[in-house]
């Protein structure tokens, strides 16, 4: 049972960092490999290798009809739009946020930070309370905001290789030729997300991505969508725990509670990794599980008073 336990946890985090690693890598090198950008020199994207322009060249917008522009901007570009948004509201609705949790680059580089600052301080965020005796030093905060430097120019780079042709972009940044523009927005970007990843980077989760806030949104209208439960009728198994749940989740959220009081959860597991390893050598089994919701007022946004519909008189009798 216990090598069962172990087994399934390290699956789960390990199918994670594979997808996370994954998606990060294709979020710095797509530019580069040209699958998708905005080629602000040429006003186009350039999607797959190939120029996407909606067939709106303008020889050709100058000799068609209203009604032909009009076609060619909804097929190209209305008609995709309906066709994503839809399905990306309805993967929120079933399964949360979990392209934050499994996928996204900003909550990968949460995750990194956390565990980094967790080993320096004993706290994976500064707005939490120093543990005594683990103040961290010197040289290893000097180590960790290079880390969060690091990766802020990185960001940056990729952010500015979405505009701009990737490889004259690189080139003119290794030769030093790198002109005056491209330069301000690389040192502007940089600082701005390095003092993210340092101090703010869950607070971004939280309220500053939007589009992180419309999938909590999709998924609290939802009272059967997947989410972390507890089993409440086992919770004297948790006495002798430290909160190990609590102290896992990359956001700082009561990983116990009801649906709302987890507004902003990713579905990354990592409390119910954490609940296996503290139970893995209980008969029973972790008691937070990552399945169907039932439906009632902590599980909705906006909570509902349903009315009995059976006449009073039969309830009664």
């Given at each position: 049972?216990?090598?069962?336990?172990?087994?399934?946890?390290?699956?789960?985090?390990?199918?994670?960092?594979?997808?996370?690693?994954?998606?990060?890598?294709?979020?710095?090198?797509?530019?580069?490999?040209?699958?998708?950008?905005?080629?602000?020199?040429?006003?186009?994207?350039?999607?797959?290798?190939?120029?996407?322009?909606?067939?709106?060249?303008?020889?050709?917008?100058?000799?068609?009809?209203?009604?032909?522009?009009?076609?060619?901007?909804?097929?190209?570009?209305?008609?995709?739009?309906?066709?994503?948004?839809?399905?990306?509201?309805?993967?929120?609705?079933?399964?949360?946020?979990?392209?934050?949790?499994?996928?996204?680059?900003?909550?990968?580089?949460?995750?990194?930070?956390?565990?980094?600052?967790?080993?320096?301080?004993?706290?994976?965020?500064?707005?939490?309370?120093?543990?005594?005796?683990?103040?961290?030093?010197?040289?290893?905060?000097?180590?960790?905001?290079?880390?969060?430097?690091?990766?802020?120019?990185?960001?940056?780079?990729?952010?500015?290789?979405?505009?701009?042709?990737?490889?004259?972009?690189?080139?003119?940044?290794?030769?030093?030729?790198?002109?005056?523009?491209?330069?301000?927005?690389?040192?502007v970007a940089s600082t701005l997300f390095t003092l993210d990843f340092?101090?703010?980077?869950?607070?971004?989760?939280?309220?500053?991505?939007?589009?992180?806030?419309?999938?909590?949104?999709?998924?609290?209208?939802?009272?059967?969508?997947?989410?972390?439960?507890?089993?409440?009728?086992?919770?004297?198994?948790?006495?002798?725990?430290?909160?190990?749940?609590?102290?896992?989740?990359?956001?700082?959220?009561?990983?116990?509670?009801?649906?709302?009081?987890?507004?902003?959860?990713?579905?990354?597991?990592?409390?119910?990794?954490?609940?296996?390893?503290?139970?893995?050598?209980?008969?029973?089994?972790?008691?937070?599980?990552?399945?169907?919701?039932?439906?009632?007022?902590?599980?909705?946004?906006?909570?509902?008073?349903?009315?009995?519909?059976?006449?009073?008189?039969?309830?009664?009798?």
């Amino acid at each position: 049972m216990q090598a069962q336990a172990n087994q399934h946890k390290d699956r789960l985090q390990t199918k994670r960092l594979v997808t996370r690693s994954g998606f990060f890598l294709l979020f710095l090198l797509a530019p580069a490999l040209n699958l998708f950008r905005y080629d602000l020199t040429e006003t186009r994207f350039i999607v797959f290798g190939f120029p996407l322009s909606f067939n709106l060249d303008l020889t050709w917008v100058a000799q068609s009809s209203p009604a032909d522009v009009a076609g060619q901007i909804l097929f190209w570009f209305i008609l995709p739009i309906l066709v994503l948004v839809p399905l990306v509201l309805w993967v929120a609705w079933r399964w949360g946020r979990i392209y934050c949790g499994w996928l996204c680059p900003h909550f990968s580089v949460v995750e990194t930070v956390n565990h980094l600052m967790t080993r320096i301080t004993g706290r994976p965020t500064l707005w939490e309370a120093l543990k005594k005796g683990r103040r961290g030093k010197a040289i290893h905060w000097a180590g960790l905001t290079l880390v969060c430097g690091l990766i802020g120019f990185s960001w940056a780079l990729a952010m500015l290789s979405y505009l701009l042709p990737p490889i004259p972009l690189y080139t003119d940044l290794i030769t030093g030729n790198l002109g005056f523009y491209p330069a301000v927005f690389l040192g502007v970007a940089s600082t701005l997300f390095t003092l993210d990843f340092l101090f703010a980077r869950h607070l971004f989760c939280k309220y500053g991505c939007a589009f992180g806030v419309v999938q909590s949104i999709a998924w609290m209208t939802n009272g059967r969508a997947r989410m972390v439960t507890f089993d409440t009728e086992r919770a004297a198994a948790c006495r002798d725990c430290t909160k190990a749940c609590d102290e896992a989740c990359p956001m700082r959220l009561p990983t116990r509670s009801h649906k709302r009081a987890k507004f902003t959860c990713t579905q990354c597991l990592q409390c119910v990794s954490a609940c296996r390893e503290v139970q893995k050598n209980n008969p029973e089994g972790s008691l937070l599980h990552w399945e169907p919701g039932e439906a009632n007022r902590q599980t909705v946004l906006i909570p509902v008073h349903q009315l009995d519909s059976e006449p009073a008189g039969r309830r009664g009798g």
